[in-house]
């Protein structure tokens, strides 16, 4: 019986809003921590993923992972009231890195980071990695703009709440980020499909 009320408790977490799962932990009781445990299951993936844009050094984007996650459950501890989860913790993730950046010492370089950036490993298809490279030349500014909008699939009024800009701003940072982007690319599109068509 006991195992049947702890599926129907997580089968009915499934159905809960981000918001309400969020709401779930600030009430605490005995659902709280499987509240958690859904909600960051929905946001782990995309955080994660924006941790590694803004820091491309893996225990750099860990430690900013694991710190807005922990953040975002101490907020709710702290019985804070917040209507979009997502945009929220994106938010205490971005925040925590420009502390990192504020707080780095000078002797980390660009060069010293773009050599990191050279070392990641990418598990992806020849396109992906493609365009993950192609980010990576990109500015940080238009990066994080282009991460957002494509990969976190966030609406642009989001996006310029995050990143303290207008809504104007955002498009053309997006925009521009598209046309670099599809600039870098051009002559490995070419060879790829040249590939293809031998294939």
Partial sequence: MRLRGSHNTQARLTECTDLELFCKVREG??????????????LSGSLYAYCRCLAWRREESDDL????????????????????????VIKIARNLYLNMQRD???????????????AVPHEKTEMLE?????????????????FLREFADMPYEEIAQ????????????VTRAREKIRKILEP???????EQKKQ
């Fill in 29 to 42: 009781g005995t659902v709280a921590e499987s509240a958690f445990r859904e909600l960051y299951g929905r």
């Fill in 65 to 88: 992972f694991q710190e807005a996650i922990t953040r975002l459950y101490e907020s709710a501890l702290q019985g804070r009231d917040i209507s979009n989860i997502s945009g929220y």
């Fill in 104 to 118: 780095r010492k000078p002797v980390i370089s660009i060069e010293h980071d773009t050599l990191a950036m050279a």
């Fill in 130 to 146: 493609l365009i993950h490279m192609a980010m990576e030349l990109l500015s940080e500014d238009y990066r994080e703009a282009f």
């Fill in 162 to 173: 995050v990143m303290n800009l207008t809504n104007v701003n955002v498009r053309i940072r």
């Fill in 188 to 194: 490995y599109i070419a060879e790829y499909e040249q």
